[in-house]
Nanobody, 121 residues
Framework: QVQLVESGGGLVQPGGSLRLSCAAS????????MGWYRQAPGEQRDLVAT???????YYANSVKGRFTISRDYVKNTVYLQMNSLKPEDTAVYYC???????????????WGQGTQVTVSS
């Protein structure tokens, strides 16, 4: 079994910063790409940023230059540093990871439970 546990969401004023964390645990054989998605009320879930196993990042145009994705290979954790936050960044943020488990040796995309980010004055 695999778990993704997110933390770091909250309420912040426009222009402020937040750092999200997502730790993967369980029967992990290999941890491949990891990423962050977000979903605003009434909207579809959209990609925010991903980071490959080799460390190459990808960002949605809407967050380029403001958000930074990184990962800690020892802690099996992915981070999302969010700066210059805007009201339109308000959403539930979900962690996603491509994991090969020890039990089945198959690769599956896992999701975290989501963490709320609210940008408001």
């Amino acid at each position: 079994q695999v778990q993704l546990v997110e933390s770091g969401g909250g309420l912040v004023q426009p222009g402020g910063s937040l750092r999200l964390s997502c730790a993967a645990s369980g029967s992990i054989f290999s941890l491949n790409a990891m990423g962050w998605y977000r979903q605003a009320p009434g909207e579809q879930r959209d990609l925010v940023a991903t980071i490959a196993s080799g460390g190459n990042p990808y960002y949605a145009n809407s967050v380029k230059g403001r958000f930074t994705i990184s990962r800690d290979y020892v802690k099996n954790t992915v981070y999302l540093q969010m700066n210059s936050l805007k009201p339109e960044d308000t959403a539930v943020y979900y962690c996603n990871a491509d994991i090969q488990t020890r039990t089945t040796m198959t690769r599956t995309f896992y999701w975290g439970q989501g963490t709320q980010v609210t940008v408001s004055s």
